[in-house]
């Protein structure tokens, strides 16, 4: 994994917004997640070898993406009392030739929200922590594991 000049800056220039353990016990692949005070799972399914007993990492990861971008329009909407009713955000994890992947989503937005209002919040849409996370603008930068 690389990293840029960025993600190398002092450790005292960032502040944890969040944080998970995902472990694996064990010979299947089936792996607890904590999240805060959350406890999620993920395993992949019988086909590539797992129990199917959680939903696949990928979709844990769509689900982020989800959830982030419905919070995120919900907030925003809010804050400048538009009448967002719901948003509903469909996702898909597709590969291609030459291992190629991409994630595609539709948003729905459902209310009286005029043209303006839809184009605001579907830009909005594309700066979200998550869609950031995944578009590949948020660096990774690996800490030294420890050995218990």
Do not use: N
């Not at 805060?36 to 982020?64: F, I, K, Y």
């Not at 909407?77 to 967002?84: F, I, M």
């Not at 991409?102 to 909005?124: E, N």
Request: hydrophobic letters at 40%; a neutral charge.
């Amino acid at each position: 994994m690389t990293t840029t000049p960025a993600a190398t800056a002092a450790a005292q220039d960032f502040v944890r917004a969040a944080a998970v353990v995902a472990t694996s016990t064990g010979d299947d692949y089936h792996v607890d997640i904590r999240s805060g005070r959350h406890r999620l799972a993920a395993d992949e399914p019988q086909s590539s070898g797992g129990a199917d007993t959680a939903t696949t990492p990928v979709g844990l990861l769509l689900s982020a993406l989800g959830s982030c971008t419905a919070i995120t329009l919900r907030m925003y909407a809010q804050r400048k009392q538009w009448p967002l009713e719901s948003v509903r955000v469909h996702l898909g994890y597709e590969k291609g030739a030459d291992h190629a992947v991409r994630v595609t989503r539709r948003i729905d937005l459902v209310g009286d929200l005029d043209q303006a209002q839809r184009a605001r919040l579907l830009d909005i849409a594309e700066r979200t922590p998550v869609t950031r996370a995944v578009s590949g603008s948020t660096p990774i930068v690996e800490e030294a594991a420890r050995h218990e």
